[in-house]
């Protein structure tokens, strides 16, 4: 790019310069050199005329060895010319060189040709200026100069009665003048403002080259690098032009630019960081959300297929135990041994019986669509399902519930599973004998609304160093048989789901109380 | 007033064969069927004092059954028979006009106990 303008303004001055340089030597050096040429052809016509009269009298006097000695002196004298002397016919009667003597010029040279046109028509010039130039090889041009001798009256009447009265013109003088020292005084001359101008373009052009290498190309450059890291992205490059010109705003101008895409990209790289962040966020939100999903599915499958098991199995179970039942009550029972180990069948598969309803439980921390309940109700429910149930039968069961408890969010068959599973284990604790109080009332714990149900059994209690471990999986404390030590675990599971707690308290010997809290939402 | 007609509907044998036998040995005439459809044709034929059944059965849900059979026989006795795990279940089926429900696997003496009417739910049973 550099070497692009710089060359385009070299060579368009170059061209300029030289136009300038021709003109210049075409008006002051080629119109000299005119002028000397015309010079020398005017210094030719006087010489001539000199040499004329300086011989005239002799012509007339007809002193013929004293012409030839005239014009040999001219060439002695320094005159670098050789002067003839022709008469009409074209004989060299005189000349400065004497081997020209005796020897004639041919009818058609050009001093002929001045006056005696092709056709024979004879047109007499004026005679003062009369002159042309011949070339000779290498011996350079030559100026010829002559001038016609006419024929006066004093040529006829003179003694010698050489020349005829009736002639026009007796003879020609003609001066050969070498140009050859003329002639290199020109090629010096042009030659001189040849280098000089040469010399000239070059000084010109070499300044200009610096000149706007420094000027225009440097900070063009600069520039165009600054462009380029822009290109790349990178903004934090600042030009360093001082130039109080054109070009020096154009930098301004470029660090004006980037210190505002500074600023932008910063705040566009700012504003990226947040919603980069608000992304995060939310995929992090997706992926809990996703993970809570694969876990309810998971559960949801898991339920799907203890329920379809247990479907399986309660009908081969209510087999198993009916005949056991029905066989055991046709032994005597003085046959011991038979009572027991029918006892032991109908107590195994009462067991299994139990792990089905564990695991059935365990499903149901599952929540559904349904989220709205009623505590109440639930505690209704729950008591239809065990009603019926041997180990309730000497069960006394009291409700003192307040009817004012509103519906709660949450999933009514999963609280009414942990309603079965309290009343279970107080049965249980009880031996299947005793008293079951359930109690309903709501309360408020600082700005928080709740619902709280209790059941208190009138059972032997919760010894203190077991508190903590109830509600721990698999913690039971049923005969071998009897419990698996889900039941608790999973209520307090779905307690929690809902957003509540259960807690209980006991008094060694003075039975147990159960504690279920749930929020109230108001909405 | 032990001579009270049965009818027992189950698909599953061995749930028809505990009912008879329990029931029997306390005096019920028990008749069985396997399917909604033949149980409806036998209530049709006989006149039973008693309706013990399945709630889940492949041809028929149980809940259409509760509603065709108390349409037709609005004094008789039914109790469902339901397996763990359809507490809701059960209690709709209270709600749709079931007198009572017995969870399977049962004791022959539960049983006993929701086929006798008139019987209060807390009462002594001693072993």
């Not at chain 1, 080629?30 to 011989?55: C, G, P």
């Not at chain 1, 209690?461 to 071998?480: A, H, Q, R, S, V």
């Not at chain 2, 509760?66 to 037709?72: E, G």
Request: hydrophobic share 40%; proline share 3%; net charge neutral.
């Amino acid at each position: 790019m550099r070497n692009t303008v710089n060359l385009k303004i070299m060579v368009s001055l170059s061209a300029l310069l030289m136009v300038g340089a021709l003109i210049f030597w075409y008006k002051f050096i080629f119109r000299a050199n005119e002028e000397m040429l015309v010079k020398a052809t005017e210094d030719a016509a006087y010489t001539i005329e000199i040499i004329r009269n300086s011989i005239r009298y002799n012509m007339m006097s007809n002193h013929s060895e004293v012409i030839q000695n005239t014009l040999e002196n001219t060439t002695e004298a320094g005159l670098h010319a050789i002067i003839r002397v022709i008469d009409h016919n074209g004989n060299i009667k005189f000349s400065s060189n004497k081997n020209d003597l005796g020897k004639s010029i041919p009818p058609d040279s050009m001093i002929c040709k001045e006056c005696h046109a092709a056709d024979g028509k004879i047109i007499l010039k004026d005679t003062g200026r009369n002159f042309f130039f011949v070339e000779k090889g290498s011996h350079g041009r030559t100026l010829k100069s002559f001038i016609p001798v006419k024929n006066e009256s004093s040529c006829s009447t003179a003694a010698c009665h050489v020349h005829a009265p009736d002639a026009t013109i007796n003879g020609i003088i003609e001066a050969e003048f070498s140009m050859s020292r003329l002639d290199r005084k020109f090629k010096e001359n042009n030659l001189d403002v040849l280098i000089l101008g040469i010399i000239f373009l070059a000084l010109i052009a070499v300044t200009l080259y610096l000149l706007v290498s420094k000027l225009v190309i440097k900070p063009i450059i600069i520039i165009s690098e600054g462009i380029k890291m822009v290109t790349r992205g990178y903004y934090g490059h600042t030009l360093d032009i001082r130039a109080n010109d054109e070009l020096g705003s154009l930098g301004h101008a470029y660090n004006d630019m980037t210190k505002e895409l500074r600023a932008g990209k910063n705040e566009l790289e700012e504003k990226t960081r947040a919603l980069s962040e608000i992304m995060e966020q939310k995929s992090r939100e997706v992926r809990k959300t996703q993970k809570q999903y694969m876990y309810t599915e998971k559960l949801a499958s898991l339920g799907r297929m203890a329920a379809s098991v247990a479907h399986e199995l309660n009908s081969p179970l209510t087999g198993i135990i009916v005949f056991a039942r029905l066989f055991l009550k046709r032994v005597p029972l003085e046959n011991k041994a038979d009572q027991d180990d029918l006892k032991v069948i109908v107590e195994q598969a009462e067991k299994c019986s139990n792990i089905i309803a564990v695991l059935l439980g365990y499903s149901r921390t599952i929540p559904s669509d349904n989220l709205d309940m009623d505590i109440n109700k639930a505690i209704d429910n729950a008591l239809n399902i065990l009603k019926n149930q041997a180990r309730f039968y000497n069960v006394l069961i009291e409700k003192d519930l307040d009817p004012s408890v509103p519906r709660l969010q949450g999933d009514q068959s999963q609280i009414e599973q942990v309603f079965i599973n309290l009343l279970i284990n107080a049965s249980d604790a009880m031996n299947n004998k005793g008293k079951v109080i359930i109690r309903t009332r709501r309360f408020t714990e600082d700005v928080n609304e709740f619902a709280e149900v209790e059941f208190t059994d009138s059972g032997p209690g919760i010894p203190i160093e077991n508190l903590d471990k109830i509600f721990e999986p698999f913690y039971t404390t049923k005969p071998e048989g009897k419990g698996t030590g889900l039941g608790l675990a999973v209520s307090k599971g779905i307690v929690q789901n809902a957003g509540g707690r259960i807690f209980v308290k006991s008094k060694g010997g003075e039975g147990a109380s159960f504690f279920i809290h749930l929020p109230i939402n108001k909405v | 007033m032990r001579n009270k007609k049965v009818l027992v509907i189950d698909d599953e044998y061995i749930v028809r064969v505990s009912c008879k036998r329990v029931l029997e040995t306390d005096g019920y005439t028990v008749s069985l069927s396997s399917s909604v459809s033949d149980g409806i044709k036998l209530m049709e034929s006989e006149g039973f004092d008693l309706l013990l059944t399945d709630l889940i059965m492949p041809e028929m849900d149980g809940f259409e059954l509760l509603k065709l059979v108390r349409d037709k026989w609005p004094s008789l006795r039914i109790v469902v028979m339901t397996g763990y795990g359809t507490n809701e279940a059960a209690n709709k089926s209270l709600e749709l006009g079931a007198d009572d429900f017995i969870k399977k696997p049962f004791l022959p003496e539960e049983l006993l106990l929701v086929a006798g009417t008139g019987q209060k739910n807390y009462v002594h049973y001693g072993e």
